[in-house]
């Protein structure tokens, strides 16, 4: 029972983290219409910049992580500019290849300016608390109460204020949405910046649990595909939704079955999930 | 003039054919000699990529699973079984397209983005297979003495050499396959599909059995080119298998140019070699080749092939354009 | 009767996009739609040549059944269909976007294509020579070499009408073919129509323009939200009272009209 109640606490701390980096892949993929592989090496990015505002210029460590979300939307926004706006004409295959180009630059430009090797991000929250006789992980607290704060932001601004409307009204209706002229170009801006943000607060929060390195956004980009998959591309709920069930998937299986097992059972019930309802568990139907 | 151009199509062509037979002759370069076979094993898999992609317009994530899956039966096969080699390609080959064809049952089931994520899944874990099933594919340790082929009849494959013809004799089969299937009506329905699916559809073209076929003959030219690498580098590690092996593959296509018959051999001898000038730059090559992929995908998307196809068109337009004064001619669909 | 829907129709979500609609063409006819915006016109031909399913009805074909044939089978059985807006290939020749259009005629396979089979040498050929047939046929085989995309919209409409042509249909359903075309080159491509029955084509169409529709139909069927309000032939439906209803309450949403 107390193992169990341990790897529950774990499944929902990185639950909240897939949740949150798979709401920056849903939003793009929503409003934008592109499944952007590179978000991993965002992710990655992200880590490496709150690394280095730590380590290097002891920026305390939530400031660095704000500091690194800046950051990140600035990198995003530039990918959008430079890389998807003047293919937002093109085939969906060359939006994919776009992005499996900027994912080769990310990743090979970490390896060449970082070395490959695995660092240990500091975090000031060190040690466990005790509650109700379980010895929880300090940072895994901060993980999951800092996302649930962040999401909180983006579902108030989603919905509260006029920039926040006008993704959610891209997002509903395209051609509604530009028929009363709502830009769409800062809006696509916006959503870039806004998804590598959140990837890099995702990254940040996690990193003093696991390690920083180059590929480590791999494994995840992987993962919030089928998470978005499973929720439905596009839809907000269903990336914290399915971000957290993956996660307890994992989890329990890792610890009750294997860990290969709890590695591969998100892309397993992926191919199920597709197999079966080809457009996600949630879509509205084609 | 469209006599002559396929006339000097055809000459260019032997051409190209006699100094790849020759090049054995003239490099004693062993490792020269590798590099150069490589790069053709890269070019078969990207011709299995360029069928699906280029002339059907899906976008397969699960290529290098594919080339994996040809590449674990040749080394399982002769290395744990003692098989012989031949069979073994041939049953790399079925394995990979049988496999293939009933993947795409459900991955054609998608569409578009949904189609290259599940696809990207499912390469993912074909990965993860090979990688944990250790006490059959030596997991990550590999598998060592993948055997050259026996010999046949009077040809015996004892050094690179032989090797060498044996992996072009196979190359040359693929890109006579690649053309035979361009220059069809199945091909047409390819790439009317890759056009537009309704439109095909319209003119009376099954579109999700086409896919398959595609995606079946994809597989199957992978599944080749695993198999010839097995034998090829003797060793095997689940690496290899990995999602960033098709992106490899799709950068050879790209630059060569999708859905040209001269791309995939192009893109995978250029790059594969451009790789291995800056080789001391190892760390650098992606940084470079990342914004190569986005430029080319932006501005020359049909790759050097297409390129090429556009210089040729205007130089052959340029005395008619003085007459007509707007139009363009067409450019064909498969060169 | 060549094709017939009897209490034809498709729901979208609770909502009857079309609505138990019965109509026939008779064989060597011109039978036209007409409705306003959003009647389901197009619905109706998509539901008709397999591109939806309907939830409720049927349609045959020269008395055979193809309600829930996917829309390639349709194709095979002869009836072969236009879109609204022309989507052609429009980087290649005209000629290269007309051939596939009798691939569906043809039997050889992917042995044939890699063996180089003779099968698949006189499909080839055939297919070329039945395109070449339609665009001479719908008088635009000088065009043949152009690129698509380098030629006028009548061009355009033309060469997907010969696509259609191509697939040796027995009716062919042109959804708005003059749609985007001035008034000199509708007169165009009327006659072509008129061409198309000459040479035993039953043609149906949906259009906007009406003078077009009264100078070609033999019969129309008017839709409204989904539904048959009037069928008959072109005078009658001039003077039908709830045709006219229909329309004027569609007129603030801006008919375009000829």
Not at chain 1, 242 to 258: D, K, P
Not at chain 2, 78 to 90: H, I
Not at chain 3, 159 to 183: M, Y
């Amino acid at each position: 029972m107390e193992l169990f109640l341990q790897q529950l606490i774990n499944g929902i701390a990185l639950g909240s983290v897939y949740g949150l980096a798979a709401l920056g892949l849903t939003l793009v993929f929503g409003v934008l219409r592109i499944p952007n592989l590179a978000h991993g090496a965002l992710y990655m990015v992200g880590a490496y910049v709150t690394y280095f505002a730590l380590v290097s210029y002891g920026i305390p460590y939530i400031a660095a992580i704000g500091l690194s979300a800046v950051v990140l939307a600035v990198v995003g926004i530039t990918i959008e500019r430079l890389v998807f706006h003047p293919l937002r004409n093109a085939p969906h295959t060359h939006h994919l290849i776009a992005a499996v180009g900027v994912l080769f630059f990310l990743e090979s430009g970490a390896q060449v300016l970082w070395g490959s090797e695995f660092r240990q991000m500091p975090s000031p929250f060190v040690g466990t608390v005790e509650v109700l006789g379980l010895n929880i992980g300090l940072q895994r607290l901060v993980v999951i109460f800092a996302s649930i704060a962040v999401m909180a932001a983006l579902y108030l601004f989603l919905k509260k204020t006029v920039p926040g409307q006008t993704i959610e009204a891209i997002e509903q209706d395209r051609t509604g949405a530009s028929l009363v002229g709502i830009d769409a170009n800062r809006v696509s801006m916006m959503t870039f910046g806004i998804s590598a943000a959140l990837a890099a607060v995702a990254a940040s929060l996690v990193a003093p649990i696991n390690l920083v390195f180059p590929t480590m956004g791999e494994a995840l980009n992987l993962k919030v595909f089928a998470i978005i998959i499973l929720g439905g591309l596009g839809s907000i709920p269903g990336a914290i939704v399915g971000g957290f069930l993956l996660a307890l998937a994992e989890v329990f299986s890792s610890t009750y079955i294997s860990n290969a097992f709890g590695q591969a059972i998100g892309f397993v019930f992926l191919l199920v999930v597709l197999a079966v309802r080809p457009t996600g568990l949630f879509s509205k139907g084609v | 003039m469209q006599v002559l151009s396929r006339h000097w199509r055809k000459l260019a062509l032997a051409v190209v054919l006699l100094v790849a037979l020759l090049i054995p002759l003239f490099i004693d370069n062993q490792y020269l000699l590798g590099l150069i076979m490589l790069a053709y094993i890269w070019a078969i898999a990207a011709y299995g990529l360029n069928v699906l992609l280029g002339y059907t317009g899906q976008l397969t994530l699960a290529h290098a699973g594919f080339f994996g899956i040809g590449a674990y039966t040749v080394g399982i096969l002769t290395v744990n079984y003692g098989f012989p080699f031949w069979p073994s390609l041939l049953l790399a080959v079925v394995f990979a397209s049988v496999l293939g064809f009933l993947i795409g049952i459900f991955a054609l089931r998608t569409q578009n983005e949904y189609f290259a994520i599940f696809t990207l899944g499912v390469g993912f874990v074909i990965f993860l297979v090979i990688e944990r099933w250790e006490s059959f594919t030596g997991g990550s340790l590999g598998l060592i003495g993948v055997p050259y082929p026996e010999g046949l009849g009077p040809i015996q494959f004892e050094g690179p050499e032989q090797l060498y013809y044996l992996i072009l004799a196979f190359l040359v089969l693929t890109i006579y396959v690649a053309a035979s299937i361009a220059h069809s009506l199945v091909g047409r329905s390819f790439i009317a599909i890759r056009n537009s699916p309704d439109l095909a559809m319209a003119a009376g073209i099954n579109v999700g059995r086409t896919k398959q076929l595609a995606f079946t003959i994809s597989t199957a030219i992978a599944g080749l080119s695993g198999g010839l690498y097995a034998t090829y580098i003797g060793f095997l590690g689940p690496a290899i298998v990995n999602v960033p092996t098709t992106f490899e593959i799709l950068l050879y296509l790209l630059v060569g140019g999708m859905g040209s018959l001269s791309g995939p051999l192009i893109g995978a001898f250029l790059v594969t070699t451009i790789f291995e000038y800056f080789q001391q730059f190892e760390a650098y090559r992606l940084v470079i080749f990342g914004p190569v992929v986005i430029l080319l995908i932006i501005f020359f998307p049909r790759g050097l092939a297409g390129l090429w196809g556009e210089l040729e068109a205007r130089v052959r337009r340029s005395p008619e354009k003085e007459a007509e004064g707007r139009e363009e001619p067409s450019r064909e669909e498969v060169r | 009767m060549l094709l017939k829907t009897e209490g034809l129709g498709i729901t979208f979500g609770g909502l009857k996009a079309v609505d138990a609609v019965d109509f026939e063409v008779e064989r060597g006819t011109v039978a036209a739609i007409i409705g306003p915006n959003g009647a389901g016109k197009s619905t109706f031909f998509n539901l008709v040549s397999g591109f939806y399913r309907p939830t409720s009805g049927h349609v045959t074909l020269e008395d055979e059944e193809i309600t829930n044939l996917p829309a390639h089978r349709t194709v095979r059985s002869g009836m072969a269909r236009t879109f609204q807006t022309t989507n052609l290939f429009k980087e290649s020749s005209a000629l290269d976007n007309v051939i596939v259009g009798h691939r569906v005629r043809t039997r050889s396979n992917i042995f044939d294509a890699i063996f180089r089979t003779p099968r698949s040498r006189r499909e080839n050929r055939q297919c070329r020579d039945r395109a070449m047939e339609a665009l001479s046929f719908v008088g635009v085989d000088h065009l043949a070499d152009r690129t698509v995309g380098s030629l006028p919209q009548e061009a355009q409409k033309r060469i997907s009408i010969a696509l259609a042509l191509a697939t040796d249909p027995k009716i062919v359903l042109l959804d708005e073919p003059a749609a985007g075309v001035n008034n000199e080159e509708t007169q165009g491509l009327m006659d072509l129509i008129r061409k198309m029955v000459e040479h035993d084509y039953t043609v149906c169409l949906v259009e906007h323009k009406m003078g077009m529709i009264m100078g070609l139909a033999d019969k129309i069927m008017v839709l409204n939200y989904g539904q048959k309000i009037a069928e008959g032939p072109p005078e009658e439906i001039q003077a039908d009272e709830s045709v006219i209803e229909a329309y004027l309450g569609a007129e603030e949403e801006g008919e375009e009209d000829a």
